[in-house]
């Protein structure tokens, strides 16, 4: 009983979150317009890269990508920076941590983990749907490769695993907050972080193999790299229950991590009375 009371108000808060997003519309269509001008940007960088490559060497596959497999990458990659919302979280942490409010919210029948997951959660299926609005379109004047049903039904849960490991690293870094009181260049640098080595700038194909072999076995490629080449169909079946197995692994890890940082964190934060 008490469970479905707790998950009656995580879904409170995602109805509030979603009210409140109606009020600031044109501040998120202004957010999402980035999107097309990053891609177009990206598009022309990788333009030259595969224009020399095909001039100098012949070469028309780097990193087991041709170039309209690449940009199809790229695109996916600026959807999943979009809905991972390493700003919008870690400064909303921050504050509530540094300026007080944090107080409110432990006095509150909910965890407070679990009280921002819900409450980022509507927009990020917001940006998730316009994501797939936009790639779609861009299908009609780019021919970028287009994902069967049995990808797009295997990259959900792919995507939910990147998510969540997504979530929990950034609450994870925001709750430096009870140590640090303004993490502005932490939150630069761990958004960097995520992208290099998760595969937000560039697929993890591209790195030497050792690099490669490095990054296979750390859990940020679920953020960025491993939801995308399932979307695409760029992956070994036989891989995927090692994949899921590896990711449901560093999941539990991070979460235990979490769980560890916040409990010592609110226990100092308690006991200097806020």
């Given at each position: 009983?008490?469970?479905r009371?707790?998950?009656?108000?995580?879904?409170?808060?995602?109805?509030?979150?979603?009210?409140?997003?109606?009020?600031?519309?044109?501040?998120?269509?202004?957010t999402?317009?980035?999107?097309?001008?990053?891609?177009?940007?990206?598009?022309?960088?990788?333009?030259?890269?595969?224009?020399?490559?095909?001039?100098?060497?012949?070469?028309?596959?780097?990193?087991?990508?041709?170039?309209?497999?690449?940009?199809?990458?790229?695109?996916?990659?600026?959807?999943?920076?979009?809905?991972?919302?390493?700003?919008?979280?870690?400064?909303?942490?921050?504050?509530?941590?540094?300026?007080?409010?944090?107080?409110?919210?432990?006095?509150?029948?909910?965890?407070?983990?679990?009280?921002?997951?819900?409450?980022?959660?509507?927009?990020?299926?917001?940006?998730?749907?316009?994501?797939?609005?936009?790639?779609?379109?861009?299908?009609?004047?780019?021919?970028?490769?287009?994902?069967?049903?049995?990808?797009?039904?295997?990259?959900?849960?792919?995507?939910?695993?990147?998510?969540?490991?997504?979530?929990?690293?950034?609450?994870?870094?925001?709750?430096?907050?009870?140590?640090?009181?303004?993490?502005w260049?932490?939150?630069?640098?761990?958004?960097?972080?995520?992208?290099?080595?998760?595969?937000?700038?560039?697929?993890?194909?591209?790195?030497?193999?050792?690099?490669?072999?490095?990054?296979?076995?750390?859990?940020?490629?679920?953020?960025?790299?491993v939801?995308?080449?399932?979307?695409?169909?760029?992956?070994?079946?036989?891989?995927?229950?090692?994949?899921?197995v590896?990711?449901?692994?560093?999941?539990?890890?991070?979460?235990?991590?979490?769980?560890?940082?916040?409990?010592?964190?609110?226990?100092?934060?308690?006991?200097?009375?806020?």
């Amino acid at each position: 009983m008490a469970q479905r009371s707790r998950l009656r108000s995580y879904l409170a808060v995602s109805e509030i979150s979603f009210r409140n997003m109606r009020q600031y519309t044109i501040e998120f269509l202004t957010t999402f317009a980035y999107f097309p001008a990053q891609l177009i940007a990206l598009f022309f960088v990788y333009s030259i890269v595969y224009f020399q490559a095909l001039i100098l060497n012949g070469v028309t596959v780097i990193g087991g990508f041709t170039f309209p497999q690449l940009i199809s990458y790229l695109f996916i990659a600026i959807i999943m920076y979009h809905v991972i919302p390493v700003y919008r979280l870690s400064g909303e942490v921050e504050k509530d941590i540094v300026r007080g409010p944090l107080i409110s919210y432990l006095a509150k029948p909910i965890d407070y983990a679990g009280f921002k997951f819900f409450g980022e959660l509507p927009r990020t299926l917001l940006y998730l749907f316009f994501g797939a609005i936009t790639y779609s379109i861009t299908l009609i004047f780019i021919p970028l490769p287009m994902p069967s049903l049995l990808n797009i039904l295997l990259f959900i849960p792919f995507f939910y695993l990147g998510y969540l490991m997504a979530f929990l690293l950034i609450f994870t870094m925001a709750l430096a907050a009870f140590w640090v009181s303004h993490q502005w260049w932490l939150r630069h640098l761990f958004s960097l972080l995520m992208a290099i080595i998760g595969g937000g700038l560039i697929p993890l194909s591209f790195y030497p193999h050792t690099i490669q072999l490095v990054l296979s076995i750390l859990p940020f490629q679920y953020l960025y790299f491993v939801p995308a080449i399932i979307f695409q169909g760029y992956y070994l079946p036989e891989l995927l229950i090692p994949l899921a197995v590896l990711g449901v692994f560093w999941l539990v890890i991070v979460y235990g991590l979490s769980r560890l940082v916040w409990y010592r964190g609110r226990h100092q934060y308690e006991g200097a009375g806020g």
